[in-house]
T-cell receptor, first 110, second 117 residues
Framework: NAGVTQTPKFRILKIGQSMTLQCTQDMNHNYMYWYRQDPGMGLKLIYYSVGAGITDKGEVPNGYNVSRSTTEDFPLRLELAAPSQTSVYFC?????????FGDGTRLSIL | AQTVTQSQPEMSVQEAETVTLSCTYDTSESDYYLFWYKQPPSRQMILVIRQEAYKQQNATENRFSVNFQKAAKSFSLKISDSQLGDAAMYFCAYRMNYGGSQGNLIFGKGTKLSVKP
């Protein structure tokens, strides 16, 4: 049972580049979340999804997009990378309680 | 809007001793969950303990226990018999317990716990 899997684990991007952070879960959870963790801070919600085809904005959605075509996958898209998006990104999923987290993606924008 | 405050950026404890990490939160809701997550250097987010607001009894998980004071909006974590493996960042988190929140967590800024041998 893999749980929540995030790829890649590390990535360096140049300003203006685009990329997709992948997240997949094998627990058949309906709820999925993307958080970012800036240095010395707690996690903040970027986007969430309550099921396939349904997504909504969280606290800090600017500069990101998501899609949820299947229950398993919830990719996060950065269209024009900016230095302010340097952070660690966590994907999570849940059915009831608690949320299950992936191991995170460390992203640096230079 | 709900907020979570952890007033201790860093704490230190001697191995085998007891330490208490503080957390306060602000909400107008009466039905919610509170959590403590541990984040070791490996970056994983590990659930330590959770508390349902409608339960008056404080949650316990082995060496970890909470002191939940609903009226004071306080949710502290006590770690007994501290071990070297307890060294990590600890995050307090809150979530409402009805559909409008969609279950997302609101986190504090964390407390870095060091354990001295």
């Amino acid at each position: 049972n893999a749980g929540v899997t995030q790829t890649p684990k590390f990535r360096i991007l140049k300003i203006g580049q685009s990329m997709t952070l992948q997240c997949t879960q094998d627990m058949n959870h309906n709820y999925m979340y993307w958080y970012r963790q800036d240095p010395g801070m707690g996690l903040k919600l970027i986007y969430y999804s309550v099921g396939a085809g349904i997504t909504d904005k969280g606290e800090v959605p600017n500069g990101y997009n998501v899609s949820r075509s299947t229950t398993e996958d919830f990719p996060l898209r950065l269209e024009l990378a900016a230095p302010s998006q340097t952070s660690v990104y966590f994907c999570a999923s849940k059915a009831g309680e608690p949320q299950h987290f992936g191991d995170g993606t460390r992203l640096s924008i230079l | 809007a709900q907020t979570v405050t952890q007033s201790q950026p860093e704490m230190s404890v001697q191995e085998a001793e007891t330490v208490t990490l503080s957390c306060t939160y602000d909400t107008s809701e009466s039905d919610y969950y509170l959590f403590w997550y541990k984040q070791p250097p490996s970056r994983q987010m590990i659930l330590v303990i959770r508390q349902e607001a409608y339960k008056q009894q404080n949650a316990t998980e082995n060496r970890f226990s909470v002191n939940f004071q609903k009226a004071a909006k306080s949710f502290s974590l006590k770690i007994s018999d501290s071990q070297l493996g307890d060294a990590a960042m600890y995050f307090c988190a809150y979530r409402m317990n009805y559909g409008g929140s969609q279950g997302n967590l609101i986190f504090g800024k964390g407390t870095k716990l060091s354990v001295k041998p």
